[in-house]
Nanobody
Framework: QVQLVESGGGLVQAGGSLRLSCAAS????????MGWFRQAPGKEREIVAG????????YYVDSVKGRFTISRDNAKNTVYLQMNSLKPEDTAVYYC?????????????????WGQGTQVTVSS
């Protein structure tokens, strides 16, 4: 079992930045690939970014490339999502997820554990 707790969400103006954190507890964090997902009202949950076990390989959905950065600190059992140049369309509940695998996945069904989510609201 892995417990995931997100933090760092909030209200920000367009063009601003936020840094989300996801703290993991339970089993060895470094055995899990991690992902950040988001879900806006009335929309399906979508992958935002993924990172492999070691942090050496990452993935970003096209809409956030060049603006968001995923990273992890295995010594601190934490994965981060640095979000810059935020846009109103980034408004959503953001979730972190853990996958018991070397590599991340882009489908939510491929993840084993989920956090409770943190709200990000970007005003225009």
């Amino acid at each position: 079992q892995v417990q995931l707790v997100e933090s760092g969400g909030g209200l920000v103006q367009a063009g601003g930045s936020l840094r989300l954190s996801c703290a993991a507890s339970g089993r060895t964090f470094s055995r899990y690939a991690m992902g950040w997902f988001r879900q806006a009202p009335g929309k399906e949950r979508e992958i935002v970014a993924g990172i492999d076990r070691s942090g050496g390989d990452t993935y970003y959905v096209d809409s956030v490339k060049g603006r968001f950065t995923i990273s992890r600190d295995n010594a601190k059992n934490t994965v981060y999502l640095q979000m810059n140049s935020l846009k109103p369309e980034d408004t959503a509940v953001y979730y972190c997820a853990a996958r018991d695998s070397i590599r991340y996945a882009v489908r939510s069904n491929d993840y084993d554990y989920w956090g409770q989510g943190t709200q990000v609201t970007v005003s225009s």
